[in-house]
């Protein structure tokens, strides 16, 4: 079946089997392999993407049911010349990530976060963070991650 | 794993869905937010040939409230109920459903007729004695809360019926708590607590094959509190029948002793919520967050 989908500003067209997840669409049509899949059925959030800007997992959703949408994934977040956005500088400050398996889905719940509450208190990140498993860090990195990136975006440098 | 193979329709309006349906002779299922369908697929305990698709149908998402009721369209989604305020008991259980990625697409419509006993809105619909409204081959009908649930996952509808929209009555006072293991996990026991005028509805979800109506229909005068207000003697009292009326069973997440001490324990703190009610201002704060 014949979609559109516009991933990260650009259009692409694409010929899909109605059976084809975004998740999948996105990593084998579009070569976009940074949305991660772990458990493929909703539980472990690695592959959260952004669809018409509302978090969603890109595991539940065939790519035929996102034709026309405008999706946001983690290549999108950094600046073209590879700087990176404060959510990805302050994961990598405050050791966010380890293996970095669950780490584009836990960058694109957190940018949907700040974009709706740019300022969350700590109980509310990690209310957010808590659809998303992270086998490495114990959490508590990660929610240092949001917490410092939502006062750098407040008051850039 | 990935999903099998299936051919795929996307509906235009409900008619086309329905015929859809009864072209694929039961061996359809509607797609609506996915969020219980697609997992069921990708382990394969299902295998449908056709998927109908009835995210683009106009106005399956209205939400309105009208004498009393809110009236939802089927395909209002988990982030619209939890954030409109004209039926705050039903805003307080979509916020426990999931999490924000499940919310933006997982639908009220879905979750009634995926029928999970251990779901917030099936047993938010059966408390609050509200009613769907299915559209079939032969026409529309419609199926009470009491009607709806016939199982463990299995609803009244036929299929090549669709559900198309929801009433669900606003209770002049309610209640909710549920106890999961983790923020987000389907319940081990929920209780939704919902009084209309001087008639009290306790509802159990987690403890049997359907939403638990404390009392079933005939002994909701057990319950009455008399319309006067209800004091911590009449709680622990009403906490007691619905731990000696539920029947569960034991599982992985919990055996039946724990589960009756948790409907105990939920009902207790659902209806001290309720009780409360007389004191705060429509919403305020006892809308607590989940963790």
């Given amino acids: 079946m014949r979609i559109t989908l516009t991933v990260n500003g650009t259009r692409h067209r694409l010929d899909v089997e109605p059976r084809r997840t975004l998740a999948d669409a996105l990593r084998e049509d579009l070569g976009l392999t ?16 952004l669809v018409d800007a ?68 700590r109980e509310r990140i990690r209310a957010e963070m808590a659809g998303h498993i992270c086998r490495c860090t114990g959490y508590m990195g990660i929610v240092d991650a949001v917490e410092s990136a939502a006062r750098a975006v407040r008051a850039p440098s | 794993m990935k999903c099998p193979p299936f051919s795929y329709h996307r509906a235009t309006d409900v008619a086309d869905a329905v015929a859809a349906l009864a072209d694929a002779d039961g061996e359809g299922k509607i797609l609506a937010g996915g969020q219980s369908l697609v997992p069921v697929l990708a382990l394969r305990r299902a295998r449908p040939d056709v998927l109908v698709d009835v995210n683009r149908v106009p106005g399956l998402a209205d ?27 039903v805003a307080a259980a979509a916020g426990w459903i999931g999490h924000t990625a499940i919310r933006s697409r997982g639908t ?15 047993a938010v619909l059966r408390a609050c004695a509200g009613a769907v409204h299915v559209a079939g081959p032969g026409g529309t009908r419609r199926v009470d809360a009491d009607g709806l649930f016939v199982g463990a996952l299995q609803s009244d509808l036929a299929d090549d019926e669709v559900l198309t929209g929801v009433e669900l009555p606003i209770p002049d006072a309610w209640g909710f708590a549920e106890f999961a293991r983790r923020h987000g996990d389907f319940a081990v026991v929920s209780v939704v607590a919902a009084r ?91 809308r607590r967050e989940p963790v």
């Fill in chain 1, 54 to 121: 509302e978090p969603a997992r890109a595991c539940l959703m065939f790519a035929v049911q996102a034709d026309g949408s405008t999706v946001r994934t983690v290549e999108g977040l950094a600046a073209p010349d590879g700087t990176l956005d404060p959510l990805q500088e302050a994961f990598s400050t405050c050791h966010g990530l380890q293996c970095g398996a669950c780490t584009p889905g836990m960058l694109m719940t957190a940018t949907h976060l700040l974009e709706v509450e740019p300022a969350p208190d």
């Fill in chain 1, 34 to 49: 940074g949305t991660h899949l772990g458990c493929e059925h909703g539980v472990c959030g690695a592959c959260t993407v």
């Fill in chain 2, 196 to 286: 209309f005028g001087d008639r009290l509805r306790v509802v159990v979800g987690g403890v049997a094959g359907t939403p638990h109506l404390v009392g079933g229909e005939e002994a909701l005068d057990a319950l009455d509190p008399g319309g006067g207000p209800l004091g911590p003697d009449h709680v622990d009292r009403l906490a007691d029948a619905a731990a000696d009326d539920v029947d569960p069973v034991s599982d992985l997440h919990g055996s039946a002793g724990y589960r009756r001490a948790l409907t105990h324990e939920m009902t207790r703190r659902a209806l001290t919520d309720l009780a409360r009610a007389g004191d705060r201002s429509a919403t305020s704060s006892h």
């Fill in chain 2, 63 to 89: 939400l309105a409230g009208r004498e009393g009721v809110l009236h939802a369209g089927a395909l209002v989604r988990h982030t619209a109920l939890a954030a409109q305020d004209g039926h705050p008991l």
């Fill in chain 2, 108 to 122: 009220l419509g879905g979750s009634l007729a995926h029928a999970d006993p251990a779901a917030e809105l099936p």
